[in-house]
């Protein structure tokens, strides 16, 4: 008669037990199942792991070279001073020192090097075409010489300090000089002067 009560009494716990786990499993598994949500932005701002879009640099509205040096200055100083003397003249020596030295410090000045090749033909065409047929002509003839001093004096052959102190201009006053710069406005000049003095 005790063994008859004992066995719906055990079946009864092991029901409850098995309804217990099964719920906790089931919880377990919609937890696990469920999607986790998302971080949110201030965690992930705390996190130096993700990108922080403060951090993230804006794109360049305008990469043009030009734009960031600007609007290349009036060559007419610097070109003028190759006018109104020629080769063989009194004093045409240090002409044509101190034409170099202009041309050398306007390059540098303009980083010709660094622009692009229209606007530094621009610059130096509109100065020329401007000029009367006399000047162009004049311009050409002392153009071999101006050209010769100025890579002298880039290059150091030869001793330019007397010439350069002579002409008036003090070396220690001088820039170091970016032989590209110059390089620059002499080959645009030579692409579009004759030599010789005829135009």
């Given at each position: 008669m005790k063994n008859i009560r004992f066995v719906p009494l055990l079946a009864l716990c092991l029901c409850g037990a098995l309804l217990l786990a099964g719920c906790k499993k089931d919880s377990s598994a919609s937890s696990a199942s469920e999607p986790s949500a998302p971080a949110s932005s201030s965690v992930a701002a705390m996190d130096p792991t993700l990108p922080d879009d403060s951090e993230i640099p804006a794109p360049s509205v305008d990469g043009d070279e030009n734009n960031m040096l600007g609007a290349i200055t009036s060559p007419s100083g610097a070109l003028g001073s190759c006018l109104g003397?020629?080769?063989?003249t009194?004093?045409?020596?240090?002409?044509?020192?101190?034409?170099?030295?202009?041309?050398l410090n306007w390059s540098e000045e303009n980083s010709l090097a660094r622009r692009d090749g229209a606007a530094v033909v621009s610059s130096f065409t509109d100065w020329y075409e401007a000029l009367s047929t006399e000047e162009q002509e004049n311009f050409s003839a002392v153009w071999p010489i101006v050209r010769a001093q100025a890579d002298a004096i880039l290059s150091g052959e030869g001793d330019m300090e007397p010439l350069l102190s002579d002409a008036g201009i003090d070396t220690n006053s001088?820039?170091?000089?970016?032989?590209?710069?110059?390089?620059?406005?002499r080959d645009v000049v030579d692409?579009?002067?004759p030599l010789g003095g005829e135009a």
């Open positions: 003397w020629g080769p063989g009194a004093g045409s020596s240090l002409k044509s020192v101190q034409a170099a030295v202009e041309l001088l820039p170091d000089y970016t032989t590209a710069d110059w390089e620059t406005l692409a579009r002067v």
